[in-house]
């Protein structure tokens, strides 16, 4: 019965087009070492390319270029009877563009967003490392989002 259940579950995969994005072919195999991100210009950008280095790896000969703008917000979140903030949202946005190296032509342009929260508790150097600990946690979903975004696409 197993045996059957699996045969229909491989049947019904193979049938709906899934392909797997390190599988021959697939759009992770074709990114791989093969895109060359722009250079950041600031610490959050440094934190995001690095991020995207590490999953697409890096590259000396691309076959793409890869385009970030990003703009880093952040907002008062919880404010106790005193006045004081004692928490704070950090919020991201990247736009990207994937262009073909060689060319120029865009192969994908789109945008990610999000945020992290981070604690004002405690003393000011613990509240400074907490934000940047949520500012790197924010670098690391964004650059998780765009990876993700570009290996769901055709390239």
Do not use: W
Request: aromatic content about 6%; charged content about 25%; some cysteine.
């Amino acid at each position: 019965m197993r045996i059957l259940a699996a045969l229909a579950l491989i049947l019904m995969v193979s049938a709906c087009g899934f392909e797997p994005v390190y599988g021959p072919g697939g759009t992770g195999t074709q990114l791989q070492n093969r895109v060359l991100v722009d250079k950041p210009i600031d610490r959050e950008g440094f934190l995001l390319v690095r991020q995207l280095e590490e999953r697409l790896g890096r590259t000396g000969d691309p076959a793409y270029r890869l385009g970030i703008k990003l703009a880093v917000a952040e907002e008062a979140r919880a404010i106790d009877p005193d006045g004081d903030i004692r928490r704070f949202h950090v919020i991201g946005t990247a736009e990207y563009t994937l262009a073909d190296a060689a060319t120029g032509a865009i192969v994908r342009s789109d945008s990610v967003d999000n945020f992290v929260g981070y604690s004002a508790t405690g003393t000011t150097v613990a509240t400074l490392a907490a934000k940047r600990d949520a500012t790197e946690r924010l670098m690391t979903i964004l650059a998780d989002e765009i990876v993700l975004q570009l290996q769901a696409s055709e390239l």
